[in-house]
């Protein structure tokens, strides 16, 4: 049987352009968390990536299933060690627990939307990047210390959110 429907639970409509969606300044990239796991009760987020030239995470894994979506420019994955180009219009599924990453290499920005299943991945990269003003703000001029800091402060949280560097 399906349940009730829940009306403390209400439609959410989001627009990277609104000027209430919060941006995350992370490892050069610039993430717009569109939809929350608080939104969601948990299952799902969405995150709009802005991905410049030479921008990425290094390799990792984690037990959730992730999608993107490209939709501007192209992105190199690295899933499993294999490298695959995925240009704008297509769309690629992590299964969880695998080893990727992905890096822009193509000499322009990208721009990307990531969902993560269950939701996690948006508090996690709340509680590790920096806030920014909005989807074109430059990233913050980091220390090293600074920058030392936030390296540990996502390895330190990353067992929390599921998942490992490599």
Known sequence: MIPDDDPARSLTVANPDDPATTYISLVGNTYAMLITGEQTNGAYCLIDMRVPDGGGPPPHRHDFEEMFTILEGEIEFTFRGEKHTVLAGSTINIPANAPHNFRN?????????????????????????????????????????????????AAELAPLYRSEFL
């Open 105 to 153: 290499v193509s000499g322009a920005p990208a721009r990307m939307l990531c969902m993560c299943t269950p939701a996690g991945q948006d508090e996690y990269f709340m509680r590790i990047g920096d806030v920014v003003a909005g989807a074109d703000a430059p990233p913050p001029q980091l220390s090293p210390d600074d920058l030392a800091e936030r390296r540990r402060r």
